[in-house]
Every structure is written in C-alpha cells, then in structure tokens.
C-alpha cells in the first residue's frame, strides 16, 4: 500500500504491544491522514510480549507469538526501522502555529528523520538492582525476546538456576525454566509471594503449589551479592546461604523509559506526564503505553495499554474521543497447572467499617477465593484454584454494580441470575458479552479461532478463550458439555495411543540396536543368540520399526500434533527414517543403480547405514544417560520441601498435598512430553 508524500508526517517510537494496536487502529480508518514510519530498538517485528512466559515454557513457539510480521507494516504502508533504536528527539521550536509544531530525530545508526506528530510509545525498562556482581553473564531480566532466547541457551547448558523476585513475572519465569529442567529458586523479599496483590494464605498456597512442582521459594530474605569469573555462579542472600546459580533471572520491577522524554525538555515524574488524550507538554509529541504517567499512575498491563491506543488513534484522526481514564485493572498468573486471578484494589483495609470480606477456603483442594466488599460493592477479589466466576467479579469490580442483596455463596462462586450483556468477557481486549454474541451472529462464527480473528478477543493473553468456547455454545445453542466430554475423550485417546506405541518403538529399537551389533561383531557378548538368528531379528525388526514409522506419522496427522526441534524429534523424523530406507535397500537392492563412482551402490548403502547407526546409537547413549539423571531430580521433587519465611520453617510433603491421591507427575521420555506439551496449544 503506497501513501501519499504529500500527508503529514507521523513517527512512532517504539514498536512495542501498544505501539502496534495504535498502528493497526490508524491504518483500520477508510482515509489516511498520515505518512506512518516506525522506529523499533529491537531487531524483531511486533511480537505479543504477554506470551513471553509460554514461549519460555515451552507452551507457544516463537512464530506462534510473533503478530506482526515485517511484510504487515510494508501491506500497510507503514516504514519500519528494526533494530535502530532512536536516541535523540529535538522538536522544532520556530514554528508559530503551536499545533503544527514538528521536528527531527537522530537513531543509533546515525539516520536522522524529520516528523509533523511523534508518538512516544518507549515502554519501561526492567529494574535492575545495584547489586555486586550485577554485570556478570547470564544475569537477565524477563522483558523482551532477546531475554528469553538467552534463558533457553542458558537452560540447554546449565542446571541451577535462580529468580530475584516472587511478583508474578518472577513465578512465570521460574515456572518456564523448571519446565526447561532447570533446578529453581524463586528469592522473595517479602514474607509471601505475590503480596501486592493476594493475602497470606492465597500467597502461602502459591508457594506450596510450586514446591510440589519442584521449585524452591526462599521469602523473608534478599540477594546481597552475585559471585562468578565472567559468568554467574553463585547467588549470596541476606540470610547467609549461598545458593549455586549458573542463571540468574532479575524480575523486581519495570520502570518508565523515560530518558528520550526528559532529554527533549518534556515534562517527566515517574513517566511522561500526559493527559486524558495522551498530549505531553508538546503540543506535537503524545506518549502511550508503559512509559507514561497518567493521574499519579504507570502502567504493565495490557488492558490500559489498549484503552490509550483507542484513544490517541482518535485524537490523531481529528476527532474528540472521551479522555483516558484508569479502569480498575486484573492480573492473571500464567502457570497451567495454577489458576490465580486478582482484580480491583490490591490489598485493601479490611478494618474499615463499611468493609466485609467473604471468604472460602478449602486447602484440600487447593481453593481459595476472597472477595471484599465495600458498602455492597466488590472492592477486590482473589480467586485461587477456581476462576471460573473471574469474569462476573471482574465486572462487578469494574461497573460498581451493588452486590449486597446476593448472598455469600452467589458473590463467591458466581450462582448468580443471567449474566449482564455488559459483562466484559476479553479484559484485554475491553469486549463484552453482547458485543461478541452480536459479532457472532452477524458473522456466522462458529469456532473460538474465527471470533479471535473477527473480534481480537482471546488474542492477547488467552485467558478468556474457554469463556469464549462457552459463549459461543451459548449463542449458537450448542451442547458445551458434549463437546467438553468428546474433548477429554479424545485427549484420553491421544495419550494412550502415543504412550503405547512409545513403548513398542522403544522396545523395537533396542532389538533393532543389539542384533546391529551382534551382525557387525559376531563374536561379541551381544551375540546371544547366534548370527543366523541375530540376522532374521535384526530384519524383522528393520520393518516392524519401518510400520511404526508409519504409525507415528498417523498418529501425528490425525491428532494434529506439532512437533519442535530438537535432538529428540531429529532422531525421529531424520535419523531413523533414514536407517530404515538404507537398510532396506539390502533387501531390495534392485532399487538401486548397480555401480556409482567405479563402487558398488550397496558398498555406498552400507556405509551410509552404519553413519545413521552410529548417529542413532549415539542418541540412545545421550537418551539413556540423560534419563536416570532427569529420573533423579524428579525423586528430589517429592521429597519433604521446605519454605524459608522469616526465622521459621515450615516443612511440606508433596505426596500427601496431592488433591484425591493422584501422583503429582507422570515420568516420561522429555520427547513425549515435549509433544503433549505442543499438543496443548
């Protein structure tokens, strides 16, 4: 798409998640009222940085996170400056029409751009504390790709690994690195974790949960220093213990980009200052996003980034929109296994008068749910183990909806009347019920994949795509539950098939691998069975893994599964189809030429399948090795653990903390559950 030169000119600065919606907000409108260029510090196009936690996990690939690609921004003719990051603004003061005020701008790489109206959109940067040792190598923070691509080169190298900071993107990184086969230790100065936005108990539950899943909290107590030559190695605590570190992952805190602002005279407290149309103290330059100050606040969350982009698209339009305004805000913990939603005031006075907090706890099965009302009206809400009412709370917190007629259980647990059609039910995205049922019926949407791309709802963080699964059964007078049941019944199907022909295929190469070695040292204690017999089993079992090949592949076809790279799936999908076809052609050698190169083909053949051998063997050594010790840390997860809170200890035992006697994992191959992993999302 071309635009006209002749349209004024409009920068950006900044190509992070708000600047990206603004773009696709002006570029939406049926006329262009400006030339667009895009100037992004980081070498990558947009990406949606909420998912950063499931990349790490290994939950979402990295295409799968990447929304906006390079081609996006050319199709709308918007010029994008990748990995050139803009360090000096100088607004141009001579102009007499305060209005029409525009400027210049200088990057790192030395090219400098002349602007009509400029949109700050810097972001924050993550906090690091001063101290010894800060600088060493794989210190990180959790902010942006390039830190999460340094964790998993870090996760593939190293074992011990520790995170500064219990908040909640503290958890997800250390949930992330876990998965990775990290040895994690969370280091939390607070008494819990999480204590901005839960209680004690609701923090105290976190913390159990993650134990149970092999993760160490150490709260009441601080890093003093990071000890290394070169690279990390050792993490010192306020408390005295030492802990080992070959990664240290720093999530205390992000804090306004702030530094181009003040470095071209605007007005900055703990960010750009703006209004309720997002006007700095120039009348050309606007501000969105993380770095700005709005009413005495700054902002990490998603939903108030995208209520300032629907704003200042507008403002930028011509139009008048209704000023910003801060809408109470929720906070969702991104760990599958731990349902936590927090919504409206963190924290609040329980002793005030007009206060009523309603309580259900039930530590047998991991629930936990707080609401505080204030005179009748939802104040808070923590909601643990069970979030399936966020939405109705999220609501009531939001429109200030008198709750004092209902009764504790229906404030609680959300057995209430018919949902209201303003229910928001995409936090991110600020869509309510009855706007998504009316894009449904005007559509004709059936699936949750067709509403994401119609509405964008469920596109940001996710955490609403099984409201918006229930929604759409609602609307089209689906049956939910039989869907639900056929859902579990085919994952139950899934897993058993795989896990069966895992089983067989184990067993198959095993045969396959010692009568190899029985054919090529004859006289060797593999030979238990005699050449000739070694012979037939060793080409009885060539095919037999030749037909599981092929039911693999069928099983992949008809479940959909995807597959990430790795040593694993390069054995699988390179190797051993490659050994398979070498020998084969033993059996058949007609398939091939005679001769090649003055030698005969099957003489090419056979080296070629001992190549494959000795690279599959090497696998199964790497496999095998490698299982015993991940076996061994599994053994460690289920020991007593304890949790470090102040001068106390307290001790729990995850065997008896798992809800109705269920084991509190399953061992498999990490090929196996790195598939299922995939097979989730």
């Known amino acids: ?106 990057t790192a790489s030395g090219h400098t751009e002349r602007w009509d109206r400029l949109v700050l959109a810097t972001g924050a940067d993550a906090i690091m504390p001063p101290l010894p040792g800060i600088g ?4 990180v923070s959790f902010r942006s790709l390039r830190d999460v691509e340094a964790m998993l080169e870090a996760a593939q190298l190293h074992r011990h690994a520790v995170v500064i900071g219990g908040g909640v993107l503290g958890l997800e990184a250390a949930w992330g690195l876990k998965q990775r086969g990290m040895d994690v230790t969370v280091v939390h100065m607070a008494a819990t974790l999480m204590e901005r936005l839960v209680d004690a108990t609701a923090g105290t539950m976190i913390a159990d949960h993650l134990h149970r899943h092999g993760i160490r909290c150490l709260t009441d107590t ?41 470095d071209c005279g605007l007005n900055v407290g703990r960010g750009v200052l703006v209004d309720g149309h997002l006007r700095t103290s120039h009348p050309g330059i606007f501000a969105l996003g993380e770095c700005v100050e709005f009413d005495g606040q700054t902002f990490g969350l998603v939903r108030p980034l995208y209520d300032m ?70 104040l808070s809400a923590v909601l643990v183990g069970e979030t399936g009412n966020s939405s109705q709370l999220s609501h009531w917190i939001a429109s200030g909806s008198d709750v004092g007629h209902l009764c504790e259980r229906s404030v609680l647990h ?7 059609g303003e229910m928001i039910i995409c936090q991110c995205a600020a869509l309510t019920r009855d706007s998504l049922q009316a894009a449904i019926r005007d559509q004709g949407l059936t699936t949750v994949p067709h509403l994401t791309t119609a509405t964008r709802a469920g596109a940001t963080c996710g955490q609403c795509v099984p409201q918006l699964a229930r929604l759409l059964d609602e609307t089209l007078g689906r049956d939910s539950s039989a869907g639900i049941a056929a859902l579990e019944q085919r994952t139950h199907a899934m897993r058993r098939g795989f896990t069966w022909w895992h089983r067989v295929h ?23 069975v005699g050449i000739e017999w070694s012979a037939d ?18 099983l992949t076809l008809i479940y959909q599964r995807r597959w990430s790279w790795s040593l694993d799936s390069v054995a699988m999908f390179a190797f051993v189809p490659l050994i398979v076809a070498s020998g084969l052609v033993f059996w058949w050698p007609e398939l091939i030429p005679h001769q090649f190169a003055a030698v005969r083909s099957t003489a090419w053949v056979a080296l070629a399948h001992m190549a494959f051998a000795v690279l599959v063997t090497c696998y199964l050594l790497h496999h095998l090795s490698h299982a015993p010790f991940v076996w061994w840390k599994k053994r460690r997860a289920l020991r007593p653990l304890s949790i470090r809170s102040g001068p106390e200890q307290k001790s729990f035992s995850p065997n008896s903390l798992t809800p109705a006697g269920r084991p509190a994992f399953r061992i498999r191959s990490a090929f196996f559950d790195r598939g299922c992993a995939n097979e989730h999302h």
């Open 537 to 554: 089993l060793h080409e009885w079992s060539g095919l037999a893994v030749s037909v599981g090949f092929l039911v693999f592949i069928a």
């Open 414 to 420: 959300g057995a209430t009347e018919a949902a209201s």
């Open 309 to 378: 982009a629907t704003v200042l698209a507008e403002v930028l339009h011509g139009g008048t929109p209704v000023p910003f305004t801060v809408a109470p805000q929720s906070t969702v913990l991104k760990i599958p296994s731990l349902a936590v939603f927090c919504g409206g005031e963190a924290a609040p006075d329980e002793d005030h008068p007009e206060r009523r907090p309603l309580v259900h706890h039930q530590p047998d099965d991991g629930v936990y749910k707080k609401v505080v009302l204030h005179a009748g009206r939802v």
């Open 1 to 106: 798409m071309s635009t006209p030169a002749s349209l004024p000119h409009l920068v950006v600065v900044g190509n992070g998640m708000a600047a990206v919606r603004l773009l696709e907000l002006l570029t939406s409108q049926p006329t262009r009222s400006f030339r667009i260029s895009v100037f992004g510090a980081e070498p990558v196009a947009g990406y949606n940085r909420v998912h950063l936690s499931s990349l790490l996990a290994g939950d979402k690939s990295p295409e799968q996170i990447h929304t906006h690609p390079a081609s996006w921004y050319a199709e709308h003719g918007i010029t994008l400056h990748q990995g050139d990051a803009v360090v000096h603004i100088l607004p141009d003061h001579s102009s007499l029409d305060a209005h029409q005020q525009g400027g210049s701008l200088r």
């Open 222 to 262: 601080q890093a003093s220093a990071l000890h290394g030559d070169g690279r990390v190695q050792g993490v010192s605590l306020t408390s005295g213990e030492t802990l080992p570190a070959d990664l240290v992952v720093v999530a205390v805190g992000i804090r306004p980009h702030t530094a181009l602002a003040a």
């Open 506 to 528: 184990s067993t198959l190469m095993s045969l396959l691998l010692l009568t190899g070695l029985a054919l090529h040292f004859p006289r060797s204690p593999f030979n238990l």
């Open 136 to 139: 060493l190598g794989n210190v």
